[in-house]
T-cell receptor
């Protein structure tokens, strides 16, 4: 049973294309996140959703648009892909219990390569 | 703003040696959480430990131990008797106090790549 799953695992595409990455969690969590890991392994938060509502939107180009159809899914759509978008994108989820923070569970990552 | 510094970019040790990975953090909050994650060559992120700012007890889990010192804003990670399977990138991360639903975001250090040589 995969707790947090992402599809696809690998994505190779041409500059200028539009692509989506899907994320699903079966943990019953109410908060989901997208992180980007660049070629130097640096991990940075992109978005956070709680109960389908956008909470955190870091400095990310508006070509990136997250969509949460329900609590268990958080998809990432990227328009007009650029070379610099090449990275590994991680989805994560956690159960937000107010003042008690619970660890985030990460998906396996999606390696995006823009040619 | 919160910040996590892992000054060691890469460390190589010979199997069975002990190794300590350093983590220094900055935060203005009095309530925060610290984490360590492991990223093996296969790429997934594996949660290792969570520590809140009010709990300064050191923790030991098998060959792993963590030393949390608020006075020096450090949360160091020691692997005893290292093994080849410990080879991975290790990330220290910080999350500040709760400020609303969904507001917990992790700020990661840049990671330390540990290579354990047989």
């Amino acid at each position: 049973d995969t707790a947090v799953s992402q599809t696809p695992k690998y994505l190779v595409t041409q500059m200028g294309n539009d692509k989506s990455i899907k994320c699903e969690q079966n943990l019953g969590h109410d908060t989901m996140y997208w992180y980007k890991q660049d070629s130097k392994k640096f991990l940075k938060i992109m978005f956070s959703y709680n109960n389908k509502e956008l909470i955190i939107n870091e400095t990310v180009p508006n070509r990136f648009s997250p969509k949460s159809p329900d609590k268990a899914h958080l998809n990432l759509h990227i328009n007009s892909l650029e070379l610099g978008d090449s990275a590994v994108y991680f989805c994560a989820s956690s159960q937000d219990r107010g003042l008690t923070y619970n660890e985030q569970f990460f998906g396996p990552g999606t390696r995006l390569t823009v040619l | 703003a919160q910040k996590v510094t892992q000054a060691q970019t890469e460390i190589s040790v010979v199997e069975k040696e002990d190794v300590t990975l350093d983590c220094v953090y900055e935060t203005r909050d009095t309530t925060y959480y610290l984490f360590w994650y492991k990223q093996p060559p296969s790429g997934e992120l594996v949660f290792l430990i969570r520590r809140n700012s009010f709990d300064e007890q050191n923790e030991i889990s098998g060959r792993y131990s963590w030393n949390f010192q608020k006075s020096t804003s450090s949360f160091n990670f020691t692997i005893t008797a290292s093994q080849v399977v410990d080879s991975a990138v290790y990330f220290c991360a910080l999350s500040e106090a709760y400020s609303g639903a969904g507001s917990y975001q992790l700020t990661f250090g840049k990671g330390t790549k540990l290579s354990v040589i047989p």
